[in-house]
């Protein structure tokens, strides 16, 4: 037979109160890096990826619209005029430029979303591990400490050893009203 010198059923019943804190408190924040991990996500997979799309779109139109005014000042061409498509093969220069930035970008930002995707895929499986201690582990564990002081009181009880504390009344402060008698 096994014996045990337990002296303060008390601090048990505080350790499974803390055990169930903790739990709640790990579930609150599994529940609020899960939420980042998703920002994260949709951020660098959607949100990014969908501007450089849209800009490159948009340089695309702009070194369209550069190139037919090029073409519409050379064909009309003067030498007054030379001064002028100058100014339009500069822009149609850094029409090109901006095109090929926003290209750059677009690549760059796929190649981002897949490896941001590939980290939260796998960040999310440890904050799963994390997650059933949590929900099912710790309370578990309250559980049976629980079913364990209830049988250290009783034990105690049986033994006469210590009334149990819910049996004890607690002490309360005199009223004022008794005090002044």
């Known amino acids: 037979m096994s014996t045990s010198d337990v002296r303060n059923i008390d601090s048990l019943q505080r350790l499974r109160a803390g055990i ?3 739990a709640d408190s790990w579930d609150k924040t599994l529940q609020e890096v899960r939420v980042v991990i998703h920002r994260a996500e949709e951020y660098y997979g959607d949100t990014v990826p969908s501007y450089w799309r849209q800009q490159a779109e948009l340089a695309d139109q702009e070194l369209t619209a550069a190139q037919d005014h090029l073409h519409q000042k050379q064909s009309t061409a003067s ?14 220069q850094r029409a090109k430029d ?6 750059e970008k677009k690549r760059l930002a796929k190649s981002l979303s897949i490896e941001i995707k590939h980290q939260c895929d796998e960040m999310l499986g440890p ?5 059933e201690h949590s929900n099912n582990l710790l309370p578990a ?18 033994a006469g050893i210590a009334p149990r504390p819910q049996d004890t009344p607690s002490p309360r402060p005199p009223s004022p009203t008794e005090t002044n008698d």
């Open 98 to 103: 901006r095109l090929r930035l926003c290209q």
């Open 20 to 22: 169930l804190t903790t």
């Open 127 to 131: 904050l799963a591990d994390l997650t």
């Open 141 to 158: 564990a309250a559980i049976d400490l629980a079913a364990l002081v209830d049988s250290l009181h009783r034990y105690a009880e049986s």
């Open 79 to 92: 030498n007054s005029d030379s001064i002028v498509a100058t100014d339009a093969r500069k822009r149609v």
